[in-house]
């Protein structure tokens, strides 16, 4: 009687065993894990050190050398000299100089110099100046500039506006003092209070977030984003070794759901890839990095976390073979990577790579981790958009990649 009850009672057993079996293939999972010393090494060990290498080789990114400016001085007067002597070298940020100033001697010079690259821009201060602002019409400055995509260009052009109109205002000021009624002589003590009207240029020292990017506020959640790609890779190369081996078989055989065999693998993923990110940036933020709110930061390593292992996980259901996985998804990997700014930051990339780094969820994640990381107030505004992109990222590759990861264990013991 009872061997005739058996398979009836497999049914409603089911529900009672699939919990039991679900948690123990999830405790293998995780088990495998940290035993395999490839997946140890892959997720923790690798990123580490990529995010150590790239920091140490991006340092600049914390300050910034100072970006080199030209300067071809056919004056020779007072206000040339202010100009070389005074406004140039006090052009500071965070105390830090943002150029410095070189003398040529003539234009041929300096336009060489620019178009080799050793100067970012070049200012050539016209003949008659000082004769030019006393007289009110003073001629105009030549500003020399090449390929060069640094901050000496925007802050060469900044400069000579902020200057020329200074100039202007010294003149119009000196026409006011010595024509018409009561006028008074231009004497060189009236042209000197003239120049004492206010700084010929200013800059305001004031940063939009609490402090700058450093390089490790950069690069160690780019490894991290990495790393969360190459664990949704483990993921599904895990079935697809295991329906091969006939393990996924003889779970389904046991009567468990497939839906809660596919829950256990990417659980089992998120949780590593979690843990990968909380090695990786808690060992920066100890040694000082902040990535700013940590609420905010959480939800972001979380909607990454998803988008990454979607995506690398369809890559992988769609071989049809785990060499052609392998080798398909490590392929992928590196182009996700560069297109997206991993291994250099893309404010560093022409304007077409960062265009492009928006089509990837990596690059998202990256440019949200950034901004996070100096956002003074409003954080969740400063991730919102990257949320949104990786929400759909996630959204769009990982409900297929579950769909083909069900269909890989329901089709197993074919």
């Not at 995010?51 to 004056?75: N, P």
């Not at 995509?149 to 006011?176: H, K, N, Y």
């Not at 991290?224 to 389904?252: H, K, N, Y």
């Not at 954080?379 to 590759?397: Q, R």
């Amino acid at each position: 009687m009872s061997d005739t009850q058996a398979p009836e009672a497999a049914a409603p057993g089911e529900d009672r065993v699939a919990p039991g079996v679900l948690r123990a293939v999830l405790g293998k999972e995780l088990l495998h894990g940290w035993r395999d010393r490839s997946v140890l090494i892959l997720v923790f060990v690798v990123p580490l050190l990529l995010a150590g290498i790239t920091t140490l080789a991006f340092g600049r990114l914390a300050g910034g050398d100072a970006v080199a400016v030209g300067v071809v001085d056919h004056d020779g007067g007072t206000a040339a000299q202010t100009l070389v002597y005074q406004v140039l070298p006090g052009l500071e940020v965070g105390g830090t100089a943002l150029v410095t100033t070189r003398l040529y001697s003539g234009d041929d010079v300096a336009r060489a110099a620019v178009r080799k690259g050793t100067l970012a821009a070049a200012i050539v201060i016209p003949r008659g100046l000082g004769a030019g602002i006393r007289s009110g019409h003073p001629p105009a400055f030549t500003l020399i500039t090449g390929d060069d995509t640094s901050l000496g260009v925007p802050v060469a052009e900044a400069v000579l506006r902020g200057f020329s109109a200074q100039i202007g205002a010294i003149g119009l000021a000196i026409t006011v003092a010595t024509t018409g009624p009561g006028a008074a002589a231009a004497t060189q003590t009236l042209m000197l209070d003239a120049t004492r009207l206010r700084d010929p240029v200013a800059v305001d020292d004031e940063f939009a977030g609490p402090r700058a990017l450093r390089p490790a506020g950069y690069f160690a959640p780019s490894m991290v984003v990495i790393a969360l790609f190459f664990c949704g890779q483990i993921a599904a190369r895990g079935l697809v070794a295991e329906r091969r081996r006939r393990t996924l078989a003889r779970l389904v055989l046991c009567g468990v759901p497939p839906w809660r065999i596919v829950a256990a693998k990417y659980a089992a993923a998120f949780i590593v890839g979690g843990l990968s990110a909380a090695v990786v940036l808690g060992v920066f933020a100890a040694a000082g990095t902040a990535f700013g709110d940590p609420l905010v930061l959480v939800v972001l390593v979380l909607a990454a976390t998803a988008a990454m292992i979607g995506v690398s996980s369809l890559v992988v259901l769609v071989a049809r073979t785990e060499e052609q996985a392998g080798s398909l998804g490590t392929t992928v990997a590196f182009v996700l990577a560069i297109v997206g700014g991993n291994f250099v930051p893309l404010s560093r990339t022409p304007r077409l790579l960062a265009d492009l780094a928006l089509a990837t969820p990596n690059g998202w994640a990256d440019r949200a981790f950034a901004d996070l990381s100096v956002a003074q107030g409003g954080a969740w505004s400063a991730v919102a958009p990257a949320l949104v992109a990786l929400a759909g990222f996630a959204l769009a590759a990982g409900a297929p990649a579950l769909l083909l990861s069900r269909r890989t264990v329901r089709n197993s013991g074919v």
